[in-house]
């Protein structure tokens, strides 16, 4: 699959590289000599510029700068330092004052696990303000999001099954969503405009969902299949839903040299995917994480369909709002750990997830999910 990512996260992967290296060569060093040795050299400073694992990291590192195709003409600041005592192992423009992009993941990480825990999860809650009599729900069923980046279409088809073994077959009353886990900033006020259409723009919701389980929380991802010579491409979702509108403008021509000239894009303010441009009849699939608009709603167009699929049906609306105190809890549903939603988070570089991760520790501290709130806790207790 064809996956376009921004041009920091390449940075991004070059310092995970580095990282990797580093142990990489502290465990070739501990074949050498004792633990107690290797900890004694790095508490007394005695790792120096002359010695065998500082010079073997050098090379590797730059060889990965020389080699590296994405930083040919570009400038990467690298700064290795030991974490022990500070001492400088590895220097290139360390001092000058570069973008830190997608490295920030790394702050975010570590502060999540330190504020929230490696076994911290996010939950989601099903909840009723009526009661069940005969297989009719007489009340209003509520979807409580708190901050799950992995709910995907099939979580919520889990849920709904869930309902109808509780006995629920029907709903005489809404199926509310509830996103007030967190603030209403849906954006980041330092995105650029152009990258809101994109997966790694996406709006930001306590209650929301995931296409796949790289959980690109807000998104759904299109792709597009060439057919013949003159005929319109081939375009799928998934996961398949109808809250999106996709309208096909592209064109399969004949391969020869032919690249593809593909543009796939959301219009702002709307739920309207274009696809537009050219697609050569050798050319592979090609698919975009595209974001949508208002991924609340999105989440529960998602669970509306499972209730449907499980022969759940509602009387009454679909819409958005509090949950009321009295209402009954009947089931949560708890994400994967945090120590386990960082590998996606830190190894595909998920903006989401980051966003999503700085708003729970504001709402753990502070009860109030807000961004702004978490990086003023961070900076009071650093």
């Keep these: 699959m064809i996956r376009y990512r921004l041009l920091y996260a390449g940075i991004t992967i070059l310092v995970l590289v580095i990282i990797v290296l580093t142990f990489q060569f502290e465990k070739e060093n ?39 195709p994405d930083l040919q003409g570009a400038i990467a600041g690298i ?28 702050l975010t990480g570590a502060a999540a696990l330190s504020v929230l825990g490696p076994d911290y999860t996010m939950s989601t809650q099903l909840l009723i ?9 007489n009340g209003d069923l509520y979807i409580k999001g708190k901050g799950d980046p992995t709910l995907t279409q099939q979580t919520f088809q889990k849920m709904a099954l869930l309902l109808k073994e509780k006995g629920i077959t ?21 995105l650029n405009w152009s990258d809101e259409t994109y997966y790694y723009g996406a709006q930001i919701s306590a209650l929301t969902a995931s296409p796949n389980t790289d959980y690109d929380a807000g998104s759904v991802i299109v792709g597009v299949k060439t057919g013949e010579a003159g005929e319109t491409p081939t375009v799928s ?11 096909n403008t592209a064109i399969t021509t004949e391969s020869g040299n032919a690249e593809a000239e593909l ?19 050798a050319a592979n699939s090609v698919y975009e994480w595209i974001s949508v608009w208002d991924p609340t709603q999105y989440a529960l167009s998602l669970f509306q369909s499972a209730l449907t699929e499980k022969g759940i049906t509602v009387s009454g609306e679909i819409s958005t709002h509090k949950t009321p105190d009295g209402a009954q809890l009947i089931h949560t549903h708890a994400s994967m750990p945090l120590k386990d939603l960082l590998v996606p988070f830190m190894k595909l570089s998920n903006n989401t997830i980051g966003e999503m991760l700085i708003k729970e520790m504001g709402q753990l501290e502070h009860s109030e999910g807000h961004g702004k709130k978490a990086c003023r806790f961070w900076r009071l207790s650093c």
Excluded: C
């Design 237 to 247: 979702l998934m996961p398949e839903t109808n809250y999106v509108q996709v309208k």
């Design 129 to 137: 303000d009526g009661q069940i009599e005969a297989g009719t729900l």
């Design 263 to 281: 543009t796939v894009e959301r219009e702002h303010g709307t739920n309207i995917i274009k696809v537009s441009g050219s697609l050569p009849t």
């Design 170 to 190: 029907h709903i005489e009353g809404n199926v509310v969503g509830d996103d007030t886990w967190y603030d209403d900033e849906r954006l980041s006020r330092d």
């Design 79 to 106: 700064s290795v330092r030991s974490a022990e005592s500070g001492t400088l192992i590895y220097e290139q423009h360390g001092d000058i004052r570069l973008h830190p992009a997608s490295n920030m993941k790394l």
């Design 30 to 68: 501990q074949l050498k000599q004792s633990m107690k040795e290797e900890e004694d050299m790095i508490h007394n400073n005695d790792i120096t510029e002359t010695s065998s694992f500082t010079s073997q990291l050098k090379r590797r590192i730059d060889s990965v700068l020389d080699q590296e």
